[in-house]
């Protein structure tokens, strides 16, 4: 993977490729809360002699956690500037757990670019799925994170969106990156931008869920499955997986990814 970088008023933002001549399609991983691009190492192992692959580190996360600038509006233009600074008009994007928000975003500013859409352990955008309870919840997470001293915060996080130990210890390594207070930060302003940005929107390409049968993380497997039965969307549970099920249980996803790509 190539490291590559994108200089804006507000910061650098940084991603990694692979692309090949002939190679004909393009797929963008975009991480989860808390996380970096590193989350996708199976992925890029699997699929980099068969697509072309774009991995990013979000404002806030990895190496662009100095651009401090964060709503999810401004993430699909981020997407999009990528894209077109490497000439790729067609894109099928991946988004794991928030990593799913900039991707629907994406879909709704920029529909004809998008070619398919591979949502893991994320939840839908739409005002329907979450109560004022639930936003509640988002709104307060980072007030009761910070509660927790930084090594029980970390050593929980990771323990509780995972279940082999190779997608703890991903994760566990992913933390040393970050001190508690750039965690905190991360958590309160993603989710407080997902209650002020949440929108209704409808997914114009073709695209498929996965969620880890042990997803436990909030509410996400049952608004993955109520997302599934609004749009007639084909759902995958992911077995021996939790929250984390493209770690947990890469072959399986990694076989269910790659189906879906011939597919289109």
């Given at each position: 993977m190539?490291h590559k970088?994108l200089?804006?008023?507000?910061?650098?933002?940084?991603?990694?490729?692979?692309?090949k001549?002939?190679l004909n399609?393009?797929i963008?991983?975009?991480?989860?809360?808390?996380?970096?691009y590193s989350m996708f190492?199976?992925?890029?192992e699997y699929?980099?002699?068969?697509y072309?692959i774009?991995l990013?580190d979000?404002?806030?996360?990895?190496?662009?956690?100095?651009?401090k600038?964060?709503?999810?509006?401004?993430l699909?233009?981020i997407?999009?500037?990528i894209l077109t600074h490497?000439?790729?008009?067609k894109?099928?994007?991946s988004g794991?757990?928030m990593?799913g928000?900039?991707c629907?975003y994406f879909?709704?500013?920029?529909?004809?670019m998008?070619?398919g859409?591979?949502?893991?352990?994320t939840?839908?955008?739409?005002f329907?799925?979450?109560?004022k309870?639930?936003?509640?919840?988002?709104?307060?997470?980072a007030?009761?994170?910070n509660?927790?001293?930084?090594?029980?915060?970390k050593?929980s996080m990771?323990?509780?969106?995972?279940?082999t130990?190779?997608a703890?210890?991903?994760?566990?390594?992913?933390?040393?990156?970050?001190?508690?207070?750039?965690?905190i930060?991360q958590?309160?302003?993603?989710?407080?931008q997902f209650?002020?940005?949440?929108?209704?929107i409808?997914?114009s390409c073709?695209f498929?869920?996965?969620?880890?049968?042990n997803?436990?993380t909030g509410?996400?497997?049952?608004?993955?499955?109520?997302w599934a039965?609004d749009?007639?969307?084909?759902?995958?549970?992911?077995?021996?997986?939790?929250?984390?099920?493209n770690?947990?249980?890469?072959?399986?996803?990694?076989?269910?990814?790659e189906?879906?790509?011939?597919?289109?």
């Amino acid at each position: 993977m190539e490291h590559k970088k994108l200089s804006f008023e507000t910061g650098d933002i940084h991603y990694y490729i692979s692309k090949k001549d002939n190679l004909n399609k393009t797929i963008l991983f975009t991480h989860g809360l808390t996380a970096d691009y590193s989350m996708f190492a199976k992925q890029v192992e699997y699929f980099q002699n068969k697509y072309n692959i774009i991995l990013w580190d979000m404002p806030l996360h990895g190496m662009s956690k100095n651009y401090k600038l964060f709503s999810y509006n401004s993430l699909a233009d981020i997407i999009y500037k990528i894209l077109t600074h490497e000439g790729i008009d067609k894109i099928i994007l991946s988004g794991m757990s928030m990593g799913g928000y900039p991707c629907q975003y994406f879909i709704y500013k920029y529909p004809n670019m998008a070619e398919g859409f591979i949502a893991i352990d994320t939840t839908p955008l739409g005002f329907k799925y979450y109560s004022k309870l639930d936003l509640w919840f988002l709104k307060n997470a980072a007030f009761f994170a910070n509660l927790f001293p930084e090594k029980f915060l970390k050593y929980s996080m990771a323990k509780s969106i995972s279940k082999t130990e190779y997608a703890y210890n991903v994760m566990v390594n992913i933390y040393k990156n970050y001190t508690k207070s750039e965690m905190i930060l991360q958590i309160d302003k993603c989710y407080k931008q997902f209650i002020e940005e949440n929108i209704d929107i409808s997914i114009s390409c073709p695209f498929i869920i996965l969620l880890g049968e042990n997803d436990k993380t909030g509410k996400v497997a049952s608004y993955s499955k109520q997302w599934a039965v609004d749009t007639k969307g084909k759902l995958y549970i992911i077995p021996n997986a939790a929250h984390f099920s493209n770690a947990d249980n890469y072959m399986e996803v990694n076989m269910i990814i790659e189906q879906f790509i011939t597919s289109l």
